[in-house]
């Protein structure tokens, strides 16, 4: 079966910008959580969606929300980019949550000049 | 925040020797998960323990849990060029669907 898709695979925006990121899934599995991962902060956790709902949101700031659609796919919006948004941002899915073990997307790289 | 912190932050071994990691966390919790990365791709769940269990296998791998340390162990077998990785581990609290990694070890055998 297909694993979890992330797009697009690299990005360079500018500050002040906006992006969306896209995650799609594996075909079933109901949750689905956002990473950040940066070499100063390693994997920090944003947030956690379970059949359209958030369950639970990392400690980040406002500018970082995210959704999830009726089909299970998730997107993640950052508006007014800073440079130090620039990190690869991971996806992962899982039937019902983070207990059974998550598979992860190959991740956006984000660059902000 | 790190719920995780991983021991040694680096390990270089020669092909072939057994590779062991550790993992200290701080508060009770529902499981724990070993997880790999290559080169800043995509994790790869390695395998998940249970707090009421001690040891797991899973072909090379072998995962210990002390949970009365709030630490474990992943030991990896016979090692090859290919688990040339950093390992994560991770855990997650009880009634708390936040999965919290550490801080990650990066492993290298050398051929």
């Known amino acids: 079966k297909a694993g979890v898709t992330q797009t697009p695979r690299y990005l360079i925006k500018t500050r002040g910008q906006q992006v969306t990121l896209s995650c799609s899934p594996i075909s079933g599995h109901r949750s689905v959580s956002w990473y950040q991962q940066t070499p100063g902060q390693g994997l920090q956790f944003l947030f956690e969606y379970f059949s359209e709902t958030q369950r639970n949101k990392g400690n980040f700031p406002g500018r970082f929300s995210g959704r999830q659609f009726s089909n299970s796919r998730s997107e993640m919006n950052v508006s007014t980019l800073e440079l130090g948004d620039s990190a690869l941002y991971l996806c992962a899915s899982s039937l019902e949550g983070p207990r059974y073990g998550y598979t992860f997307g190959s991740g956006t790289r984000l660059t902000v000049v | ?111």
């Open chain 2, 1 to 111: 925040s790190q719920q995780g912190e991983e021991d040694p932050q680096a390990l270089s071994i020669q092909e072939g020797e057994n590779a062991t990691m550790n993992c200290s966390y701080k508060t009770s919790i529902n499981n724990l998960q070993w997880y790999r990365q290559n080169s800043g791709r995509g994790l790869v769940h390695l395998i998940l323990i249970r707090s009421n269990e001690r040891e797991k296998h899973s072909g090379r791998l072998r995962v210990t849990l002390d949970t009365s340390k709030k630490s474990s162990s992943l030991l990896i077998t016979a090692s090859r060029a290919a688990d040339t990785a950093s390992y994560f581990c991770a855990t997650q609290p009880f009634g708390n669907e936040k999965l919290t990694f550490g801080t990650g070890t990066r492993l290298t055998i050398i051929p």
